[in-house]
């Protein structure tokens, strides 16, 4: 199972590239540690924090009259030392 599964591309996100923050979604079964480890070994980056988000899926409308909810995830802000990038990021 991918403890990485996609980073999060937004322009909240893209703001904390700039303090070396860089934001990914992982697996609901992920703890810090192995985030940490997994973000190391992929990108050969060293990490400094790692925090650890719980997001609740919305819920939306089906065919609009059924309710169904998205599922939860979980994202995680990683903090790089100070230096450090991960490619693929824009400023």
């Known amino acids: 199972m991918p403890i990485l599964i996609s980073p999060i591309i937004t322009e909240k996100s893209l703001a904390h590239v700039a303090e070396g923050r860089y934001v990914f979604e992982v697996s609901s079964k992920a703890n810090k540690v192995s985030i940490a480890k997994a973000v190391e070994d992929l990108y050969k980056v060293n990490v400094v924090a790692v925090r650890v988000i719980s997001v609740k899926g919305k819920k939306k409308l089906v065919r609009g009259r059924f309710e169904s909810t998205r599922k939860d995830w979980k994202k995680a802000i990683i903090t790089l030392k ?7 990021y824009e400023e």
């Open 82 to 88: 100070k230096g450090q990038k991960i490619p693929g």
